[in-house]
């Protein structure tokens, strides 16, 4: 069998390393959300319930400045529910470092609620909505490239 | 078989390990500075050519012989936006004594996004779009700003991530223009 060269074995090891310690730190965490039971009339919610590492926070929906990049949760069209509203934490004003003024931020726990309503042609029975959120978060002296977390949540389509 | 010199394996090895040293403390979420005084313990910055917003080309080896300030940033990044009139400064104090800034955005919008910001601020130095490949050149841009500062010969003195002070910058590049 052919030797590796050292530089070959201390460029792989020292790569993982890398690439293991270059991980930018888990800011957002989703708790896996709960199964939603969708009735044949009128509306049900998705509440998905996130929080933020202590020290981070996010832009939110609505940011005081047109630079920051806004909270968006995105629903997949194709699924057997309609969103009729998103319902997002409504963002608190902070002043940071790096900021001349407050900016529009959420941190801590919180919830986006997505009401719904059962698309017309949707079939009764178990079924999913995935749905992309995207943030971009920040502490008081780094920022993060904007993120995109999948979200799926099941559901019972009545 | 052919034998790779112990001495360039440790050059490779403290390579990797500087960038992951920095970057453990980006995972902490820490601000980080690392500085490489000795100038014979510098390694030699990555080499990079990117355009600028005329399309001209922007070659990181075109600069030898100057002390650069390699600023990688992005208009959504509020510290990002502290330091660039800082290097603004610093690109009219210290120009005429061989010194550049050079901007690298790594907005995912590229020049959409880019030339409206500079088009609304005088930012008197080069600045690039980034791209993926030249991001991992240098370990990762895994949280912003980051900047490296060059010296005359090609070799990165110091790394910093994370907003730090300005006489901090300004320290270091009246050192390496000395």
Same mark, same amino acid.
């Not at chain 1, 009735?39 to 926070?57: C, D, F, I, N, T």
């Not at chain 2, 800082?86 to 210290?94: G, H, K, L, P, S």
């Not at chain 2, 500079?118 to 895994?142: D, F, H, M």
């Given at each position: 069998?052919?030797?590796?060269?050292?530089?070959?074995?201390?460029?792989?090891?020292?790569?993982?390393?890398? #690439?293991?310690?270059?991980?930018?730190?888990?800011?957002?965490?989703?708790?896996?959300?709960?199964?939603?039971?969708?009735?044949?009339?009128?509306?049900?919610?998705?509440?998905?319930?996130?929080?933020?590492?202590?020290?981070? #926070?996010?832009?939110?929906?609505?940011?005081?400045?047109?630079?920051?990049?806004?909270?968006?949760?995105?629903?997949?069209?194709?699924?057997?529910?309609?969103?009729?509203?998103?319902?997002?934490?409504?963002?608190?004003?902070?002043?940071?470092?790096?900021?001349?003024?407050?900016?529009?931020?959420?941190?801590?726990?919180?919830?986006?609620?997505?009401?719904?309503?059962?698309?017309?042609?949707?079939?009764?029975?178990?079924?999913?909505?995935?749905?992309?959120?995207?943030?971009?978060?920040?502490?008081?002296?780094?920022?993060?490239?904007?993120?995109?977390?999948?979200?799926?949540?099941?559901?019972?389509?009545? | 078989?052919?034998?790779?010199?112990?001495?360039?394996?440790?050059?490779?090895?403290?390579?990797?390990?500087?960038?992951?040293?920095?970057? !453990?403390?980006?995972?902490?979420?820490?601000? !980080? !500075?690392?500085?490489?005084?000795?100038?014979?313990?510098?390694?030699?910055?990555?080499?990079?050519?990117?355009?600028?917003?005329?399309?001209?080309? %922007?070659?990181? !080896?075109?600069?030898?012989?100057?002390?650069?300030?390699?600023?990688?940033?992005?208009?959504?990044?509020?510290?990002?936006? %502290?330091?660039?009139?800082?290097?603004?400064?610093?690109?009219?104090?210290?120009?005429?004594?061989?010194?550049?800034? %050079?901007?690298?955005?790594?907005?995912?919008?590229?020049?959409?996004?880019?030339?409206p910001f500079l088009a609304s601020r005088q930012?008197?130095?080069?600045?690039?779009?980034?791209?993926?490949?030249?991001?991992?050149?240098?370990?990762?841009?895994?949280?912003?700003?980051?900047?490296?500062?060059?010296?005359?010969?090609?070799? %990165?003195?110091?790394?910093?991530?994370?907003?730090?002070?300005?006489?901090?910058?300004?320290?270091?590049?009246?050192?390496?223009?000395?």
């Amino acid at each position: 069998m052919k030797m590796r060269s050292a530089a070959f074995w201390i460029s792989a090891l020292a790569a993982t390393a890398l #690439h293991a310690s270059a991980q930018a730190p888990q800011i957002l965490t989703l708790q896996e959300p709960q199964k939603v039971t969708v009735p044949r009339e009128g509306e049900a919610k998705v509440a998905l319930k996130l929080s933020m590492r202590p020290g981070y #926070h996010a832009n939110s929906d609505r940011p005081s400045e047109d630079y920051l990049i806004p909270m968006r949760l995105t629903w997949d069209a194709k699924a057997p529910v309609e969103a009729v509203e998103v319902i997002y934490p409504k963002g608190k004003l902070e002043k940071f470092e790096f900021t001349e003024k407050p900016i529009s931020v959420v941190d801590g726990e919180f919830e986006i609620v997505t009401r719904l309503r059962r698309a017309p042609n949707a079939l009764p029975g178990p079924a999913f909505l995935s749905g992309k959120l995207r943030y971009q978060a920040c502490n008081d002296k780094m920022c993060f490239p904007p993120k995109t977390i999948d979200v799926k949540v099941p559901l019972l389509i009545q | 078989m052919h034998r790779f010199p112990r001495s360039s394996a440790a050059a490779l090895l403290a390579v990797f390990l500087m960038l992951a040293g920095c970057a !453990s403390q980006v995972s902490k979420g820490e601000p !980080s !500075s690392r500085r490489d005084g000795d100038a014979a313990s510098r390694k030699a910055a990555p080499d990079f050519e990117l355009k600028d917003m005329n399309g001209k080309t %922007i070659r990181l !080896s075109d600069y030898r012989g100057q002390v650069v300030l390699l600023n990688f940033w992005a208009t959504w990044c509020g510290p990002c936006k %502290i330091e660039i009139p800082w290097f603004v400064e610093f690109q009219r104090t210290y120009k005429d004594r061989g010194f550049t800034v %050079i901007g690298v955005s790594v907005d995912e919008d590229g020049w959409e996004a880019v030339r409206p910001f500079l088009a609304s601020r005088q930012v008197n130095y080069p600045v690039v779009v980034s791209t993926v490949e030249v991001e991992q050149k240098y370990g990762g841009i895994e949280a912003l700003p980051v900047s490296f500062l060059i010296d005359r010969e090609g070799r %990165i003195a110091s790394t910093h991530v994370g907003l730090v002070v300005k006489k901090t910058y300004e320290d270091e590049i009246r050192r390496l223009l000395d």
